[in-house]
C-alpha cells in the first residue's frame, strides 16, 4: 500500500432528508442542531421536561414547534427520526418512547446504562422493525472509514495491540452530570465508550477484561484502566483503554500489528475528523488528510447515516450493529463491575 485508500462514505450533504425531532435539548443536542443545519437533514421538534427549555431551543436554532414533554414530541406526526440526547439513565426509557411511536431513533452514546437496558430496546427496535442506531459519531464518519478498509486489507499483519485514551479534567462544579451517580455518571459512559468502541471496532468483543480505578466522592468512576483480551479474530492482541475525570491528556488510539500501525491523533481527538497515519516498522508512513466537517460538525455522518438507513428500509447499521452495541455495553458493565461502580435503580 503506496497510499491509504478514499473513504467510502457518502457526502452527509447529499443523504436522504429527514424530519427529525430533538429529545432534550442539551449541550449535545445543540451540537448535533448546529451539524444539521448546514445539512440537508431539518430539526421541525424539540421536546422538552419543561415548555421553558424546549421553547428556549427552539428560538435559538429556528425549530418549528417545542414540547413540554417527550410523549409530544414522538407522537408529532411530522417528525419522522427521533434523536435521544438526554443522560444515559434516562436513554432506555426514551429510547422505548420513540420505537413505541414507530420513529426510527438515533440513541446517545453510551446507548444505554447497562446491557440489560440495551437489549431491552434493541428487542423492542427489532420487534417493531423500526430503525435503531447508536449515535457513536466516528463509525460512520469518513476517518474510521479509511481505518476500516486498511484493516480489512491485512495491510497491518497480525494485529498486537490496541490502545486507547479519553482523559479529560472534568470537576463536579464544570460538569455535575458526570459526578452524579443517578444520571449514571462517571468517566467511563461518556469519555471511556469511546475507547472501549474503538477496541471493539478493531478487534471485536473481548472474552476477558481486567480494571482498576478509583471513585469520585460520590461514588461514581473518577479513572478507570482495563486490559482486554481473548478476542476471536485476533488472538495474539491484548487491548488497553484508560479513562479519566481527573486530569487532561492528549486523546489518542493506535492499532499496532506486525506489520504496522495506524495512529489516530489531531487538534480534538482520535474519534474527530482528523488525519489517519501508518507508520511502517522502519519508520516510514504515509497519511490520509482530514476529510469531510471538522469539530463537532462531523455529527452530521450519524444522522445522515440513519437517513440512509431509512430511505433503505434498513433497520440497523453495518458500521456498528445493534449486537455489536450490546456486546460494548458488556465490557462497559465488567468493567464497572470490577471497578466497584453502580448506579441507583439497576
Known sequence: MTVLPESRIPD??????????????????????????????RIVAVGSRTQEHADEFAARFGVERAYGSYEQLVWDPDVDAVYVASPHSAHR?????????????????????NAAEAREVVQAAKAAKVACVEAMWPRFAPRFDIVRQVLESGELGEVI????THNRRITAKSGPRLHDPE???????????YPVSF??????TPTRVLAAGNLTPSGVDRTVAAV????????????TITTTLAAASSVTASISGTEGRIELDG????YSPGRVRLVRPDGS?????????????????????????????ATESPYLPLDETVSIMETLDEIRRQVGVAFPGE
Open 285 to 313: 508512513s504515509i497519511e490520509a488528510p482530514e476529510v469531510g466537517p471538522a469539530s463537532h460538525d462531523a455529527l452530521v455522518y450519524e444522522a445522515c447515516h440513519l437517513a440512509h438507513l431509512v430511505a433503505e428500509g
Open 12 to 41: 452527509p450533504y447529499e443523504a436522504p432528508p429527514l424530519r427529525w425531532g430533538v429529545l432534550a435539548p442539551g449541550a449535545i443536542a445543540a451540537s448535533m442542531a448546529r451539524a444539521l443545519q448546514r445539512s440537508s437533514q
Open 183 to 193: 444520571r449514571a455518571g462517571g468517566a467511563l459512559l461518556d469519555l471511556g465508550v
Open 267 to 270: 487538534s480534538m481527538f482520535f
Open 199 to 204: 477496541v471493539s471496532f478493531a478487534l471485536g
Open 228 to 239: 482486554e483480551t481473548g478476542f476471536a479474530s485476533h488472538p495474539a492482541a491484548v487491548a
Open 93 to 113: 426509557d426514551h429510547a422505548l418512547l420513540a420505537i413505541a411511536a414507530g420513529k426510527p431513533v438515533l440513541v446517545e452514546k453510551a446507548f444505554t446504562r
Open 161 to 164: 495491540a490496541v490502545d486507547a
